[in-house]
């Protein structure tokens, strides 16, 4: 693996495009890269898309950071949004695409909580706004660069990880999220790979090991005592690693890797603990380390 993987600080201006699930953090976001030095523009119709594009190609050194903001509030104007957006390309300027994403019953909270109707349900319940939006916005969300599932954040979290993606020395390179889980409890949506850690035996069926977690030595040390568990871990992360080079070539900044087992608690915390520190050890390489599920029995 190339290990120049110094910060890619891109020639020319930087434009990011913030979007995502209505209340899914957007002004969070917004509010964090205002604090970091980013010019920030809300709820821009695609339509001007071209003046700022001519904008920013004309004159880079005034705007060397700029965050557009935008949701689906106006339908039709929101229907154009690839064609507005191929109008930075067309004049030369490069854009990446933060998408914010929340499972709908956590948005169907928020919105309940805030007593505000979805921008999109008109006559109907708040569900079908959630359901219509996910659905205008399934393009976009596919050819983003980065998805971020908020829905285990709170606005400091929020604000913690945009920080730490977009800093005024430009992007890290590579922040890899290391996330156990449980099958039983759904697959995380944000993943870009997903590892099955199922083959290995069990630790809920050894009673002195039940009440632990993968995070206590003696769970860690059954768990990688069991055949094929260090072979597993160690062809995982070499086949990360062409993975994570192309990333860098590809001017992608972030993945999440997802470790499940049945119930989040045993082997693949233990797996995904060990796999964090491996991955921690490559250079420029962020990680960050979470356990989903850990805790819900």
Same mark, same amino acid.
């Given at each position: 693996?190339?290990?120049?993987?110094?910060?890619?600080?891109?020639?020319?201006?930087?434009?990011?495009?913030?979007?995502?699930?209505?209340?899914?953090?957007?002004?969070?976001?917004?509010?964090?890269?205002?604090?970091?030095?980013?010019?920030?523009?809300?709820?821009?119709?695609?339509?001007?898309?071209?003046?700022?594009?001519?904008?920013?190609?004309?004159?880079?050194?005034?705007?060397?950071? $700029?965050?557009?903001?935008?949701?689906?509030?106006?339908?039709? $104007?929101?229907?154009?949004?690839?064609?507005?957006?191929?109008?930075?390309?067309?004049?030369?300027?490069?854009?990446?695409?933060?998408?914010?994403?929340?499972?709908?019953?956590?948005?169907?909270?928020?919105?309940?909580?805030?007593?505000?109707?979805?921008?999109?349900?008109?006559?109907?319940?708040?569900?079908?706004?959630?359901?219509?939006?996910?659905?205008?916005?399934?393009?976009?969300?596919?050819?983003?660069?980065?998805?971020?599932?908020?829905?285990?954040?709170?606005?400091?979290?929020?604000?913690?990880?945009?920080?730490?993606?977009?800093?005024?020395?430009?992007?890290?390179?590579?922040?890899?999220?290391?996330?156990?889980?449980?099958?039983?409890?759904?697959?995380?949506?944000?993943?870009?790979?997903?590892?099955?850690?199922?083959?290995?035996?069990?630790?809920?069926?050894?009673?002195?090991?039940?009440?632990?977690?993968?995070?206590?030595?003696?769970?860690?040390?059954?768990?990688?005592?069991?055949?094929?568990?260090?072979?597993?871990?160690?062809?995982?992360?070499?086949?990360?690693?062409?993975?994570?080079?192309?990333?860098?070539?590809?001017?992608?900044?972030?993945?999440?890797?997802?470790?499940?087992?049945?119930?989040?608690?045993?082997?693949?915390?233990?797996?995904?603990?060990?796999?964090?520190?491996?991955?921690?050890?490559?250079?420029?390489?962020?990680?960050?380390?979470?356990?989903?599920?850990?805790?819900?029995?």
């Amino acid at each position: 693996m190339n290990e120049d993987l110094t910060p890619v600080k891109p020639p020319r201006s930087e434009v990011l495009i913030v979007t995502g699930m209505s209340g899914a953090g957007r002004t969070t976001a917004a509010h964090a890269l205002e604090d970091h030095g980013w010019y920030v523009v809300e709820n821009i119709p695609p339509q001007l898309f071209g003046t700022l594009a001519d904008l920013v190609a004309r004159s880079p050194e005034a705007i060397p950071k $700029l965050a557009l903001v935008i949701d689906v509030r106006s339908r039709k $104007l929101f229907e154009h949004i690839q064609e507005a957006l191929t109008q930075f390309r067309t004049n030369g300027v490069e854009y990446r695409v933060l998408f914010l994403d929340a499972a709908d019953e956590l948005l169907v909270r928020r919105f309940e909580s805030g007593r505000r109707p979805h921008p999109l349900q008109g006559s109907g319940r708040i569900p079908d706004g959630i359901a219509a939006e996910r659905i205008l916005l399934k393009e976009l969300k596919d050819r983003a660069d980065l998805v971020l599932d908020t829905t285990e954040m709170n606005v400091h979290a929020l604000a913690t990880t945009v920080t730490e993606l977009f800093t005024e020395d430009g992007p890290i390179v590579l922040r890899l999220n290391v996330m156990s889980f449980g099958f039983k409890y759904g697959l995380p949506q944000d993943a870009n790979f997903v590892a099955d850690v199922r083959f290995i035996p069990n630790p809920h069926w050894v009673p002195e090991l039940r009440p632990h977690t993968g995070l206590d030595e003696e769970v860690a040390a059954y768990v990688f005592g069991q055949d094929g568990t260090e072979e597993f871990v160690s062809s995982f992360h070499d086949m990360l690693q062409p993975v994570l080079e192309g990333y860098r070539r590809e001017n992608k900044h972030y993945a999440t890797i997802a470790v499940g087992c049945t119930g989040g608690k045993h082997r693949s915390v233990a797996v995904s603990a060990e796999l964090a520190r491996r991955l921690g050890q490559l250079p420029r390489v962020t990680v960050n380390l979470q356990h989903r599920d850990m805790g819900r029995e």
